[in-house]
């Protein structure tokens, strides 16, 4: 191998060296910030005592807003907890969905996934990469495979107010026979809990970083 061809590779190396430590640098400084972007309960009616409950099946929906909170890059939907209590007669196909804004529930956005709330207590349904825009309102709509005559599942109500943080708002309460025409409900709140984990801003250093890492790599390319 010539002088020239064993100088090339070396400083090829030598290249490489700065892109994969520009590259670690960058994962350091942004490493902080994803491990502090953990779910927050951001709003919750769970704590409360139960005064009644309501029916859900196939031929009665119900649902409840809220509004997300003040977060500029909004937030990422982790999961909603139900209360309910026990069914009765045997009801399936329990399904918990996100609806979009508007006076009463609009558009479809997402299915939850989570258990059969069929034997009472708190349920989780958890969120997939589902993104909430800041200071919007949404529904969490609930329903079932089967009508009232088969049996109903019973989501719990309190009559005191969720609490809430960071800019978070509760909203009205509706119902459903079909799952499109919507009416407004009992005034007194459906109990459930939404957890989500607020979008973080890319830090001055983090950016920086990748500057420089993008610069490297440049540099490893030419």
């Not at 994803?34 to 139960?50: C, F, H, I, P, W």
């Not at 309910?84 to 804004?101: D, H, I």
Request: hydrophobic share 40%; charged share 10%; proline share 6%.
């Amino acid at each position: 191998m010539s002088v020239n061809s064993v100088g090339a590779l070396r400083s090829e190396r030598a290249t490489m060296k700065e892109v994969i430590l520009c590259l670690a640098l960058v994962i350091e400084l942004v490493r902080p910030q994803v491990l502090s972007a953990q779910g927050t309960l951001y709003l919750s009616s769970l704590g409360s005592a139960s005064t009644t409950n309501t029916i859900v099946a196939n031929d009665s929906w119900r649902a409840a807003d809220f509004r997300t909170g003040t977060n500029s890059l909004g937030y990422t939907l982790n999961s909603i907890q139900l209360l309910m209590a026990p069914a009765s007669g045997n009801p399936s196909g329990f399904s918990v969905m996100l609806y979009g804004s508007g006076s009463v529930p609009g558009s479809y956005l997402a299915t939850l996934n989570g258990p059969d709330p069929s034997a009472g207590g708190v349920f989780t349904y958890a969120a997939s990469s589902l993104t909430l825009a800041p200071a919007t309102y949404y529904y969490v709509v609930v329903t079932s495979g089967t009508s009232v005559s088969t049996g109903a599942y019973k989501w719990n109500i309190t009559n005191v107010g969720p609490t809430v943080s960071d800019g978070w708002r509760p909203g009205g309460f509706f119902g459903s026979s079909d799952g499109t025409s919507w009416i407004p409900s009992r005034p007194n709140p459906f109990q459930f809990a939404v957890e989500a984990t607020a979008i973080p801003e890319p830090s001055i250093s983090a950016m920086i970083a990748l500057g420089l890492a993008v610069l490297s790599f440049w540099r490893c390319r030419k």
